[in-house]
């Protein structure tokens, strides 16, 4: 496999929103990079993949917003480059379509400096592909033109020939203009433009929340302004436009479109449920209240143990840390609370004997209630519920509790903290988010609606004072995303 080499820089692009669109060299090289310079317009999750130990800079190009200034940005990839790191500079959508790329190519080969192109799928064509609208179509539009709306404030004069702009024979598409959009009407309606030809502007093309406005390019600026409508988004002139509404299928084939979601799992988990919850059209928030914490352990000898209890995944991989080897679970009876867990365990070559249905410790007691053990090891978090180890020692089974790993409080963002409380709705599968957010939202989880993963979160949520408005029937991820899928439909069904 290609790996991201010391001392050089790719410029990548990350595409338009849906971390489906990625692609397969981008995420090879953020998986492999010393120093990932990111723009705010990349996937939510883009850096899930990154490595733990990567210096991630956030450069925050987003229109109207902070930013740190181009010549910072690109000061600081070559410098990175020269001290023997491999960087990749993150941007949304392609590099060289209007994403400054080859400024900073330019710089370095100035600085002689190696550096590899990464192509991205544009917004000017994926964004308007989600909303049902081709930017070409045969005795339609023969041809497409794309089209900066912000041009460089630097410059005295406009570089755009709008008049030859309003003759071109095809579909023009505008990146970065919705506060231009009066001024884009206008200048091409002056040049011959029809104001009657079909326009349409997508709003955050390709993420969950998508939206999209079909109109005309006279109404263009009035009618955008009317819905509300923000950057990021594309802009399209011509007939093509008019497809959107024949064609749009985004919304419609994802059961969760229009929803925002935020996940409170630890990062790992959140990154695995978030994609999901995006290919359902979710939009996500991902905010890790809780982050695991290695410790050092001792791995008892389990030859002669003749039960094993794996609570979660991070306890699977700790393990295998120390064992390494899968013929030590060979003797013992294999129970994981969870399909993660269990598949956790299989990517180790071992298949577990038992995965409760109920994926809690009372699924286990419930599982093996009419077995017999003579000594039994739980693998679990050290805070973790002491229900199953004190059920299992009341039997009069010898049981040594093994705790590679604890979880602590994330320190959340206040700007992440706020987008997750502004969601429709919070999951919560664990009594340790549910603790860390309530903290970090200082006594409150008021906003969106909660959403349980089984009885024992829910009792905390209860005891501080939040009666969950979703609890899930089966008690694993997939549960949890079945209730809030269930409550989403009602709630529509019922016009909430």
């Given at each position: 496999m290609n790996t991201a080499a010391a001392g050089t820089v790719y410029l990548v692009g990350a595409g338009p929103g849906d971390r489906?669109?990625?692609?397969?060299?981008?995420?090879?090289?953020?998986?492999?990079?010393?120093?990932?310079l990111y723009d705010k317009l990349i996937p939510e999750d883009a850096l899930a993949g990154a490595r733990p130990d990567a210096d991630l800079v956030d450069v925050g190009k987003i229109g109207g917003g902070k930013q740190v200034p181009q010549d910072l940005t690109t000061d600081?990839?070559?410098?990175?480059?020269?001290?023997?790191?491999?960087?990749?500079?993150?941007?949304?959508?392609?590099?060289?379509?209007?994403?400054?790329?080859?400024?900073?190519?330019?710089?370095?080969?100035?600085?002689?400096?190696?550096?590899?192109?990464?192509?991205?799928?544009?917004?000017?064509?994926?964004?308007?592909?989600?909303?049902?609208?081709?930017?070409?179509?045969?005795?339609?539009?023969?041809?497409?033109?794309?089209?900066t709306g912000h041009e460089d404030p630097a410059k005295p004069e406009t570089q755009i020939d709008w008049p030859a702009l309003a003759a071109f024979p095809g579909t023009l598409v505008f990146y970065m203009g919705v506060r231009q959009l009066p001024r884009?009407?206008?200048?091409?309606?002056?040049?011959?433009?029809?104001?009657?030809?079909?326009?349409?502007v997508?709003?955050?093309?390709?993420?969950?929340?998508?939206?999209?406005?079909?109109?005309?390019?006279?109404?263009?600026?009035?009618?955008?302004?009317?819905?509300?409508?923000?950057?990021?988004?594309?802009t399209l002139i011509g007939d093509v436009a008019?497809?959107?509404?024949?064609?749009?299928?985004?919304?419609?084939?994802?059961?969760?479109?229009?929803?925002?979601?935020?996940?409170?799992?630890?990062?790992?988990?959140?990154?695995?449920?978030?994609?999901?919850?995006?290919?359902?059209?979710?939009?996500v928030v991902e905010a890790p209240t809780i982050r695991t914490v290695p410790l050092d352990f001792e791995l008892p000898d389990l030859a002669d143990r003749d039960l094993v209890v794996f609570t979660s995944p991070t306890g699977v991989e700790r393990v295998f840390t120390a064992a390494r080897d899968a013929r030590a679970l060979a003797g013992p009876t294999i129970v994981a609370i969870g399909p993660g867990?269990?598949?956790?365990?299989?990517?180790?070559?071992?298949?577990?004997?038992?995965?409760?249905?109920?994926s809690a410790s009372e699924g286990v007691i419930e599982s093996i209630a009419d077995r017999t053990f003579s000594?039994?090891?739980?693998?679990?978090?050290?805070e973790g519920r002491a229900l199953l180890l004190d059920h299992l020692r009341e039997r009069g089974v010898d049981t040594t509790l093994v705790a590679p790993y604890r979880t602590e409080p994330a320190v959340l963002d206040p700007e992440l903290r706020d987008a997750a409380l502004a969601c429709d709705y919070a999951l919560f599968a664990s009594g340790s988010s549910v603790r860390s957010l309530h903290e970090a939202a200082g006594g409150s989880l008021e906003g969106p609606r909660v959403v349980s993963i089984g009885p024992a979160t829910s009792a905390v949520l209860r005891d501080l004072g939040v009666e969950p408005a979703v609890e899930a029937g089966t008690h694993t991820p997939d549960g949890l995303l079945e209730a809030l899928a269930v409550d989403v439909a009602a709630r529509r069904a019922a016009g909430g």
């Open positions: 489906g669109l990625m692609t397969a060299r981008s995420l090879e090289l953020i998986a492999s990079a010393d120093v990932i600081m990839v070559v410098q990175h480059a020269r001290a023997g790191r491999s960087v990749v500079r993150l941007k949304g959508g392609d590099p060289f379509v209007f994403g400054r790329g080859g400024e900073e190519a330019q710089a370095c080969r100035a600085a002689g400096i190696p550096f590899e192109v990464v192509p991205g799928v544009t917004a000017g064509v994926a964004a308007p592909a989600y909303a049902g609208i081709p930017v070409t179509q045969r005795g339609v539009s023969p041809a497409v033109a794309f089209v884009i009407s206008e200048q091409l309606i002056a040049g011959g433009r029809p104001a009657s030809q079909p326009a349409a997508v709003q955050r093309g390709t993420y969950g929340d998508q939206r999209s406005l079909v109109t005309t390019l006279g109404a263009l600026p009035s009618d955008a302004r009317a819905a509300g409508v923000k950057a990021p988004a594309i008019a497809l959107g509404d024949e064609l749009a299928w985004f919304a419609d084939a994802r059961p969760l479109a229009g929803v925002s979601v935020a996940v409170t799992r630890a990062r790992a988990q959140a990154s695995a449920i978030g994609a999901r919850l995006r290919s359902l059209g979710a939009s867990t269990a598949a956790a365990l299989r990517a180790h070559g071992v298949d577990p004997d038992l995965v409760p249905e109920r000594r039994a090891v739980i693998v679990r978090a050290l």
